[in-house]
């Protein structure tokens, strides 16, 4: 095959993956707005399938007024979808917060936090009474951990916290350039072995510096939206 055949194959590759992966992300985000639609104010996630969920809102122009954001990036594009943001310390709570994630067990616990965003993701969760997860079934797996665990840390403790996540098994690695909307720094750390995920949470919380954990063991989702080729499967 001559080199550019081969080139326009592989970008033709590369179009159609992507294609599928925002059609999966596509059909979860509107499978999420037909529950959004009964709420006045919701809780609104960060990343690309959340997005992808603010388009839907903004593409059915009061189908939710309020919404309470996890990011100073998904605030601007819920603005700019014409809905208000709304202060949590204003609120008695959040009937239903929408979130992606970056992987998910069944038992809908999952790890989150590649965005960045992993803190205000913790508080909307804690504060919904009901959350609901939206991602594509390429992020299901059987045990959480494929997928390196962010730690959002307060800057002077990040070489203390690094240390002890070693101690414990972890490689963590410092996302370095990148500051949460917090101020503070976020460690990814590879190689746990994440068999009883709410234990390794509550453990990892009680970390000096450590401000929040992208486990959501704890408090997981109460509902996981999954987009697949033919539609979207509840769990
Ligand atoms: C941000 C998150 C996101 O929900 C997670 O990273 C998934 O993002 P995407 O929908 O882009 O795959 O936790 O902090």
Same mark, same amino acid.
């Given at each position: 095959?001559?080199?550019?055949?081969?080139?326009?194959?592989?970008?033709? &590759?590369?179009?159609?993956?992507?294609?599928?992966?925002?059609? +999966? +992300?596509?059909?979860?985000?509107?499978? #999420?707005? /037909?529950?959004?639609?009964?709420?006045?104010?919701? =809780?609104?996630?960060?990343?690309?399938? &959340?997005?992808?969920?603010?388009?839907?809102?903004?593409?059915?122009?009061?189908?939710?007024?309020?919404?309470?954001?996890?990011?100073?990036?998904?605030?601007?594009? @819920?603005?700019?979808?014409?809905?208000?943001?709304? %202060?949590?310390?204003?609120?008695? =709570?959040?009937?239903?917060?929408?979130?992606?994630? %970056?992987?998910?067990?069944?038992?809908?616990?999952?790890? +989150?936090? =590649?965005?960045? !965003?992993? $803190?205000?993701?913790?508080? @909307?969760? #804690?504060?919904?009474?009901?959350?609901?997860?939206?991602?594509?079934?390429? +992020?299901?797996?059987?045990?959480?951990?494929?997928?390196?665990?962010?730690?959002? *840390?307060?800057?002077?403790?990040? #070489?203390? *916290?690094?240390? /002890?996540?070693?101690?414990?098994?972890?490689?963590?690695?410092?996302?370095?350039?990148? &500051? $949460?909307?917090?101020?503070?720094?976020?460690?990814?750390?590879?190689?746990?072995?994440?068999?009883?995920? *709410? $234990?390794?949470?509550?453990?990892?919380?009680?970390?000096?510096?450590?401000?929040?954990?992208?486990?959501? !063991?704890?408090?997981? !989702?109460?509902?996981?939206?999954?987009?697949?080729?033919?539609?979207?499967? $509840?769990?």
């Amino acid at each position: 095959m001559r080199a550019q055949s081969f080139l326009e194959l592989m970008r033709f &590759v590369g179009t159609t993956m992507a294609t599928d992966a925002d059609a +999966k +992300k596509r059909r979860t985000a509107l499978a #999420a707005l /037909e529950l959004a639609r009964r709420e006045v104010t919701i =809780g609104v996630g960060t990343g690309s399938t &959340v997005n992808l969920f603010i388009d839907a809102l903004a593409a059915q122009p009061g189908s939710v007024r309020r919404a309470i954001s996890s990011s100073e990036a998904t605030s601007a594009r @819920l603005r700019a979808a014409g809905l208000e943001i709304a %202060d949590l310390n204003e609120q008695s =709570g959040i009937g239903l917060y929408v979130d992606g994630a %970056d992987e998910a067990t069944p038992a809908r616990q999952l790890i +989150k936090g =590649g965005g960045g !965003a992993l $803190t205000r993701e913790k508080i @909307l969760a #804690a504060a919904a009474q009901r959350f609901v997860c939206i991602l594509d079934d390429s +992020k299901m797996v059987a045990t959480l951990g494929r997928f390196p665990l962010p730690i959002e *840390v307060i800057p002077m403790a990040r #070489a203390l *916290v690094g240390r /002890e996540l070693g101690a414990r098994g972890g490689r963590p690695v410092w996302r370095k350039g990148f &500051v $949460t909307d917090n101020g503070n720094h976020i460690l990814d750390v590879h190689d746990l072995e994440i068999t009883d995920p *709410v $234990t390794l949470e509550r453990e990892l919380n009680q970390i000096a510096g450590v401000v929040a954990v992208g486990l959501f !063991a704890v408090r997981p !989702a109460d509902l996981l939206l999954i987009g697949t080729a033919d539609g979207v499967e $509840t769990r």
